[in-house]
């Protein structure tokens, strides 16, 4: 195998995609990835990074383009990260996510089935109802913008083609009003500075519209002209918070939430559904392809009749209010307590009276009910990028559901998840791709999991939801839910299995073997009595002794 330096330049043939768009050639037996080069196309090439695990290389020169390239129509193209397609046609862009989602599933799910359907996007530009701008000192001045990829070097733009018009005129709006007032920007190194970000969100389907002002301090006297500012600048806004984010590191949302105009929660329609949606809350940025999203989900999940549905990582309840039109009973699960306040409010604004939901991770979540011996017919998943944790998957499968709906916004953790499921006698049927990020390299996939010939000949009991009495589940103490507690009043962290075995103690069912050793010779730890007396001060709390 030849030995690769930096600054060696080769003439190559490139053959396939990378998962972010780069084209792929081979050298010396290596893989080389070159950005804005196409299958198909020959280039010279100078490596710019060679490293034991890769190799990459900057296009000197084209020599051969594919019919499929395009002029790139943004001047920051390249240099921002915030696109990756905009040197190809949409055809070829969708070609390129489809092979994505379908090399993910055959060489990480080790999965036969091939994906062959994506829903493309009908706007490709302006199409994002959520803007989320960075700011920092560029040249003595503050500037709004992205940063430029693995750094976190501001590329100073005057305005993003992916963004609505709004968000980027409610950027330049705070970045004019700071370099005006000689109010810094925050600088990540030495943690001094004001503002952070700018966060915009847009009803596609109304009128609201909210800003965010992310800053490590407030703005004093500044602050009513700074509304003013705003107001005047982006009449159409409907709602102005600030947020107060002292923490290090690249968090965009967290701390305190300060409502400094109008209303901070923004109202939208999805899948005929009125939603209020609060600055934490997550909403899908591209409604028009999150309704065909959730669309497809929800045929997935009603291809054979489902009574109970648990919709995990629900957000603000879209998804979940959405199943509630055919399904008899849905509780959606979501770690977010802003979320879960919207969701029920969300529940109750549109009179969906068979959704309930619960405050708390997902996989304890999945556990809390399948530990009170509910068996859902079909869960749905829309974790965030990361996916699943391990434990989740399981937790999901201990309920045996008859299939398993999952969403996903990356192939990679989309396949190794169903990998997981596999192992608990799960199947993949069907896989449709939606193209809801449009010129990025992102893709969004749903698919259906369901259980194999084997296990779909399991005894079924049948139970009637139309009694149960689910206040529970409105309130309910999850186990987040009492950890937390415990953790906030007694300064004792306390585990799952502790919780378990109080809950026995105290008559409190929770599922057969919950918990229990794995084998009759396993020993277990026993919970101390300091952590007893507060996991059953927790219990009372939430009124369950």
Request: charged fraction near 25%.
């Amino acid at each position: 195998m030849e030995s690769l330096k930096k600054n060696q330049i080769y003439r190559v043939n490139i053959d396939a995609y990378s998962s972010d768009g780069s084209g792929v050639c081979r050298v010396g037996g290596r893989a080389v990835f070159v950005p804005c080069a196409i299958p198909g196309e020959e280039w010279e090439i100078k490596l710019v990074k060679v490293t034991a695990t890769a190799v990459y290389a900057r296009g000197e020169r084209l020599i051969a383009a594919s019919a499929q390239r395009i002029e790139p129509d943004c001047p920051y193209y390249s240099r921002c990260g915030g696109c990756d397609c905009r040197h190809i046609n949409y055809e070829e862009e969708l070609r390129f996510k489809l092979g994505r989602v379908n090399g993910a599933l055959h060489h990480i799910g080790k999965q036969q089935l091939e994906c062959t359907e994506i829903l493309g996007s009908a706007a490709r530009d302006n199409y994002r109802n959520k803007g989320i701008f960075a700011v920092a000192n560029c040249d003595g001045a503050a500037r709004f913008g992205f940063y430029q990829p693995r750094s976190h070097r501001l590329v100073a733009i005057d305005g993003c083609l992916a963004q609505n018009e709004l968000s980027n005129r409610a950027a330049k709006s705070v970045v004019d009003f700071i370099n005006e007032r000689g109010i810094p920007a925050y600088d990540e190194e030495t943690g001094r500075g004001a503002v952070r970000h700018v966060f915009c969100r847009r009803a596609v389907s109304g009128s609201d519209a909210v800003v965010c002002i992310v800053s490590a301090k407030g703005f004093g006297a500044d602050t009513q002209a700074l509304v003013d500012r705003l107001r005047r600048d982006c009449p159409e806004l409907t709602g102005i918070v600030l947020n107060i984010n002292k923490t290090r590191g690249n968090t965009v949302l967290s701390g305190d939430f300060y409502t400094l105009y109008g209303r901070a929660d923004m109202r939208d329609t999805l899948c005929g559904r009125g939603f209020d949606i609060a600055p934490q809350a997550f909403f899908q940025i591209n409604p028009p392809q999150a309704e065909r999203l959730y669309q497809r989900a929800c045929e997935y999940c009603f291809e054979q009749p489902a009574k109970l549905v648990f919709d995990l990582y629900c957000g603000a309840g879209t998804i979940s209010l959405c199943l509630a039109r055919q399904a008899e009973r849905v509780i959606g699960a979501e770690i977010v307590p802003e979320a879960i306040e919207n969701a029920r409010h969300n529940a109750e604004m549109n009179g969906v009276r068979n959704a309930s939901f619960i405050c708390g991770d997902a996989g304890d979540a999945a556990a809390e009910l399948a530990a009170r011996g509910l068996r859902p017919d079909a869960v749905v998943v829309d974790p965030p990028r990361k996916g699943m944790s391990a434990e989740a998957v399981a937790a999901v499968a201990s309920m045996y559901p008859e299939c398993v709906v999952y969403v996903s916004c990356d192939p990679a953790t989309l396949a190794r998840d169903i990998l997981r499921f596999t192992e608990y006698g799960y199947e993949l049927k069907k896989i449709t791709a939606v193209d809801m990020f449009p010129r990025t390299c992102h893709v969004e996939t749903v698919v259906l999991l369901s259980k194999g010939e084997v296990d779909s000949k399991k005894i079924r009991v049948e139970f009637s939801l139309e009694d149960m009495d689910m206040s529970e589940f409105q309130d309910g103490a999850t186990y987040t839910q009492i950890k937390d507690y415990v953790l906030e009043h007694s300064g004792l962290k306390v585990s799952n299995l502790y919780i378990s075995q109080i809950k026995r103690k105290c008559g409190i069912g929770v599922g057969k073997n919950y918990n229990l050793p794995k084998s009759e010779d396993s020993r277990q730890p026993l919970c101390p009595p300091e952590k007893e007396k507060a996991i059953r001060e927790a219990f009372k709390y939430f009124g369950m002794i």
